[in-house]
């Protein structure tokens, strides 16, 4: 039987549009989300856009029993792809222990399955959010990390140490840990896409959603920074370049290419845009007149980051090849298909 990619949060956000890179580039894919942040019909939509649905469990990898059971009955896995966390900066610190608890132990269940059923690959989503508000721009992967701001920041650090040290001491386990930098947009399909339950805390669906009269007015949080307008700046990378990242790097483990069995890249476009400029260039390219206004700083926010990508570029073969205007415009698609708008 063919070997098998499982991507963990397959029908998420990111792990849907990579569960369709994958499949276009010809891996069998196999599904394991608990839906908790997302749901059934995605499947349905990457079907429509590859033709081919990929197979699916439903369970919470927190479980150590069902994930034991998971690998059983799919003795053909080859690698992972982890998606699969709670990623809500603000929630994370009202319920630090839930984040914890599914963020670490999921990732501890994988790593001991892997090695009691010889899988031996495994590419983790890491975040920006590791290095704090760096002391110099833009970013390498030398760049120091700094404590976390939030629980769910530190899950992302604990996670990566985990990895780190798994591996160590696991000369027959390899992992990637991709570090990503903001991700945006949707497929150029609009058939998936970011779908934020309740009120966004990010930002661009945020815009989208006050594009669509959902919300009444965007707030720009802050425009007294250090930057050249004021506003916050941050590397936005659109979500089918990130996608495609994880393929590069599933391919780098699977051909044996990696330099040692824990490496980690940054995810990025290298460019910095500041909150206004997006905001401008979303106006420009849809047309629409979205309402804005500055507020006051948000709590916790960094000034100011962008990626240095040379490194993971060179090393992955890969980087980022869509404009920011196109990104938005495959958010805002995704929005009106979404809302039924015309
Ligand atoms: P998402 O919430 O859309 O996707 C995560 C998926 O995992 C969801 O479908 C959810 O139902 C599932 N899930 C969560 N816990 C689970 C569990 N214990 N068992 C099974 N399924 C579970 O999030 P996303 O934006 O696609 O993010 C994917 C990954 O990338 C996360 O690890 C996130 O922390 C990381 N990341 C995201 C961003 C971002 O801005 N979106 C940035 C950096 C890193
Ligand atoms: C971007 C900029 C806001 C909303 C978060 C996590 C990080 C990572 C990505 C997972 C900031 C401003 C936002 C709004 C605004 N996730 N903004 N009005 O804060 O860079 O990162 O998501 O790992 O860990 O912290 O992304 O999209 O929330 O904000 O002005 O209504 O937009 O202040 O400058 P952020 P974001």
Redesign the pocket.
């Known amino acids: 039987m063919a070997k098998q990619i499982l991507v963990?949060?397959?029908?998420?956000?990111?792990?849907?549009h990579t569960v369709v890179e994958l499949q276009n580039a010809g891996f069998d894919v196999v599904v394991?989300?608990?839906?908790?942040?997302?749901s059934i019909e995605?499947l349905d939509n990457i079907a429509k856009i590859t033709d081919k649905r990929p197979v699916f469990e439903q369970?919470?990898?927190?479980d150590r029993n069902l994930t034991a059971s998971f690998f059983k009955k799919y003795p053909n896995i080859e690698a992972i792809i982890?998606?699969?966390?709670?990623?809500a900066v603000g929630e994370s610190v009202q319920k630090p222990l839930e984040y914890y608890r599914?963020?670490l132990?999921?990732l501890m269940n994988l790593l001991e399955e892997m090695k009691s059923n010889d899988v031996k690959h495994m590419v983790f989503?890491?975040?920006?959010?590791v290095y704090g508000q760096p002391d110099v721009l833009p970013v390498t992967e030398q760049t120091p990390r700094k404590p976390a701001e939030s629980p769910?920041g530190n899950?992302?650090a604990i996670c990566e140490d985990m990895m780190r040290d798994y591996c160590a001491t696991n000369s027959s386990i390899n992992c990637i840990a991709l570090?990503?930098?903001?991700?945006i947009g949707a497929h150029p399909t609009a058939l998936i896409g970011?779908?934020p339950v309740g009120v966004p805390g990010?930002l661009v669906p945020f815009v989208t959603q006050t594009a669509a009269g959902i919300r009444e007015v965007l707030s720009i949080f802050g425009d007294d920074y250090d930057t050249p307008d004021g506003t916050a700046i941050r590397d936005y990378i659109n979500v089918v370049d990130l996608s495609k990242a994880h393929v590069v790097a599933i391919e780098r483990l699977l051909n044996g290419k990696q330099k040692s069995n824990y490496e980690f890249f940054n995810i990025g476009t290298g460019n910095g845009l500041s909150v206004m400029e997006l905001v401008q260039t979303f106006i420009k390219v849809t047309g629409v007149n979205l309402k804005y206004k500055v507020v006051g700083r948000r709590a916790g926010d960094i000034e100011k980051i962008w990626a240095d990508t040379t490194y993971g570029c060179n090393e992955l073969g890969w980087k980022a090849e869509k404009t920011v205007e196109e990104t938005l415009a495959s958010a805002w698609a995704w929005e009106k298909n979404v809302r039924g708008i015309k």
């Open positions: 963990t949060g397959g029908a998420g956000y990111i792990g849907s394991v989300d608990d839906l908790s942040n997302s995605v369970f919470n990898l927190a982890h998606f699969a966390a709670f990623k599914n963020n132990v999921s989503s890491s975040s920006c959010t769910y899950t992302k570090r990503y930098f903001n991700p970011e779908l990010n």
